[in-house]
């Protein structure tokens, strides 16, 4: 396995990890529906190594804005419980990366999954999709719900 492919699986993983930590059941049958491929990627910013690494996102052209600023905020929850565990001292390991959102971020047309809500998928990707296609994707005619407690305010920020 790649490394590449690594991100994916993790990236899947701790959204998963705040689905559950939270108690977001109705978040449970999307994430039936994903498979770490479905992730948006990651490339490293630059040349120049720093510490910690930074990573543009690597954005997959079929998910919607929506899906894409759901998937962020489940990030930043994650980073969230890592940093302040409850019940434990510290999260052992690497911290989470620091996935960073560039204008000229590369697009990709990665593989899309099939069954999700009509708001999960970008507008202007389906549209350009053959009609055989686009039916293929069974889209469900309904918009999903993309509900996430607030994130906790940073300190010094009111």
Same mark, same amino acid.
């Given at each position: 396995?790649? +490394?590449?492919?690594?991100?994916?699986?993790?990236?899947r993983?701790? %959204?998963?990890?705040?689905?559950?930590?939270?108690?977001? @059941?109705?978040?449970?049958?999307?994430?039936?529906?994903?498979?770490?491929?479905?992730?948006?990627?990651?490339?490293?910013?630059?040349? &120049?190594?720093?510490?910690?690494?930074?990573? %543009?996102?690597?954005? +997959?052209?079929?998910?919607?804005? /929506?899906l894409?600023?759901?998937?962020?905020?489940?990030?930043?929850? #994650?980073?969230?419980?890592?940093?302040?565990?409850?019940?434990?001292? +510290?999260?052992?390991? @690497?911290?989470?990366?620091?996935?960073?959102?560039?204008? =000229? /971020?590369r697009? &990709? =047309?990665?593989? +899309?999954?099939?069954?999700? *809500?009509?708001?999960? #998928? =970008? &507008?202007? *990707?389906?549209?350009?999709? %053959?009609?055989?296609?686009?039916?293929?994707? @069974?889209?469900?005619?309904? =918009?999903?719900?993309?509900?996430?407690?607030?994130?906790?305010?940073?300190?010094?920020r009111?």
């Amino acid at each position: 396995m790649c +490394a590449g492919s690594l991100t994916f699986f993790q990236l899947r993983d701790n %959204r998963i990890f705040v689905i559950l930590e939270f108690g977001l @059941n109705e978040h449970r049958r999307l994430f039936s529906l994903l498979r770490p491929i479905h992730m948006s990627g990651d490339e490293t910013d630059g040349p &120049e190594k720093t510490h910690p690494p930074t990573f %543009r996102i690597v954005e +997959a052209r079929w998910q919607s804005l /929506a899906l894409k600023l759901f998937f962020r905020r489940l990030d930043a929850l #994650y980073r969230e419980c890592w940093a302040k565990p409850v019940g434990e001292r +510290a999260t052992c390991g @690497n911290p989470p990366r620091i996935r960073v959102e560039r204008k =000229d /971020a590369r697009v &990709e =047309d990665s593989i +899309a999954p099939i069954g999700l *809500w009509r708001n999960c #998928y =970008d &507008e202007e *990707w389906l549209r350009s999709l %053959r009609p055989h296609v686009r039916a293929s994707l @069974n889209v469900i005619q309904d =918009d999903y719900k993309f509900t996430l407690p607030a994130p906790k305010p940073s300190p010094g920020r009111q």
